[in-house]
């Protein structure tokens, strides 16, 4: 995929990680699993669909009588681009205030800890 500027709402963001989880799937099926988080009319969820085909966020393609959608946006890529506009846009471009933020407010288990532990010494150049 290019370098395209990704543009969703909360809405969208949430069929595209039912797609990145499910992949390839079915307005029913992507209808089913939102419902199980809160209420979501079929002709709703079709429309997002369609909205976002015509974004480039999703691609459909005909299955007999089913429409097929699946995520044309890359998940890292996505992920990148809202992180840039959260951290710039929020916290000034410190990645420092972002983390801070996001320990303070999250209560991180031993093993993310110890995960992010390790990834600083990886940044820093080694391991202790």
Not at 12 to 29: A, F, N, T, Y
Not at 92 to 110: E, F, P
Request: aromatic share 4%.
């Amino acid at each position: 995929m290019s370098k395209q500027k990704i543009k969703t709402t909360e809405a969208e963001l949430e069929i595209l990680q039912l797609l990145w989880k499910l992949g390839p799937s079915s307005v029913r099926s992507l209808n089913d699993k939102l419902n199980k988080k809160r209420k979501v009319g079929y002709t709703t969820t079709l429309k997002f669909l369609q909205i976002m085909v015509e974004k480039n966020l999703v691609s459909r393609i005909k299955d007999g009588r089913n429409h097929i959608y699946s995520a044309v946006v890359e998940q890292k890529a996505a992920q990148q681009q809202l992180l840039d506009k959260l951290l710039n846009g929020v916290f000034g471009g410190s990645a420092k205030k972002l983390v801070m933020q996001a320990l303070g407010n999250h209560q991180a288990s031993k093993t993310e800890l110890e995960e992010i532990k390790k990834y600083i010494e990886e940044l820093e150049g080694g391991s202790s």
